[in-house]
């Protein structure tokens, strides 16, 4: 059973286009991330939910609108996409419980032609 | 704020050498303390955490990480490594406090030599 899954796992779109990605865990827990993964690899966050509550919003341009329909789900819709968008996203989830430990999705390459 | 310093970013290794991987952080509280390891193509998976007790925290794959507090650091090392172990390596930082916040190293790149 896979923990955490997103969709799609790859994404290739025209700048000025607007989409979608979804993230589902089954491992019950309460808090859910969006994190940035550039081309140097370096891992930023975007976003956290918890009990679909945000209360993590890092600098991020308005343009990103994360979702959380129920705890075990966490959307990302990017609006007007750049080149500069052009990135791997990763979903996670972890609860207090696991002192936060990150259990990340397999990830959506992101590409903006 | 809390962060993260990994110093070392592209390491370069035979295999069955000695690594030792450095992180330090910076805050002045409580810190669950974790290594993240990334295989080429996946995602990051946990290598190992410190939470408590026994500085000395041993992980998967015979990693293991030793959490020195005067030095705010909380570095990875392995015996010996395989080419397996080639991968991009991230310590990061969660501050109980801040909201299950994590704070990621800028990540070190491993590259183990056949």
């Known amino acids: 059973d896979t923990a955490v899954s997103q969709t799609p796992k790859y994404l290739v779109t025209q700048m000025g286009n607007d989409k979608s990605i979804k993230c589902e865990q089954n491992?019950?827990?309460?808090?859910m991330y969006w994190y940035k993964q550039d081309s140097k690899k370096f891992l930023k966050i975007m976003f956290s939910?918890?009990?679909?509550?945000?209360?993590i919003n890092e600098t991020v341009p308005n343009r990103f609108s994360p979702k959380s329909p129920d705890k075990a789900h966490l959307n990302l819709h990017i609006n007007s996409l750049e080149l500069g968008d052009s990135a791997v996203y990763f979903c996670?989830?972890?609860?207090?419980?696991?002192?936060?430990?990150?259990?990340f999705g397999p990830g959506t390459r992101l590409t903006v032609t | 704020a809390q962060s993260v310093s990994q110093h070392n970013h592209h390491v370069i290794l035979s295999e069955a050498a000695s690594l030792e991987l450095g992180c330090n952080y910076s805050?002045?509280?409580?810190?669950?303390l974790f290594w993240y390891v990334q295989y080429p193509g996946q995602h990051l998976q946990l290598l190992l955490k410190?939470?408590?007790?026994?500085?000395l925290v041993k992980g998967i794959k015979g990693f293991e990480a030793e959490f020195i507090k005067s030095k705010f650091s909380f570095n990875l090392r392995k015996p010996s490594v395989q080419w397996s172990d080639t991968a991009e390596y991230f310590c990061?930082?969660?501050?109980?406090?801040?909201?299950?916040?994590?704070?990621f190293g800028d990540g070190t790149t491993l590259t183990v030599k056949p």
């Open positions: 491992l019950g827990h309460d808090t």
């Open positions: 805050y002045g509280g409580t810190v669950n």
């Open positions: 939910y918890n009990n679909k509550e945000l209360i």
């Open positions: 990061a930082v969660n501050a109980d406090t801040n909201a299950g916040k994590s704070t």
């Open positions: 996670a989830s972890s609860s207090r419980t696991s002192g936060y430990e990150q259990y």
């Open positions: 410190y939470f408590s007790g026994d500085p």
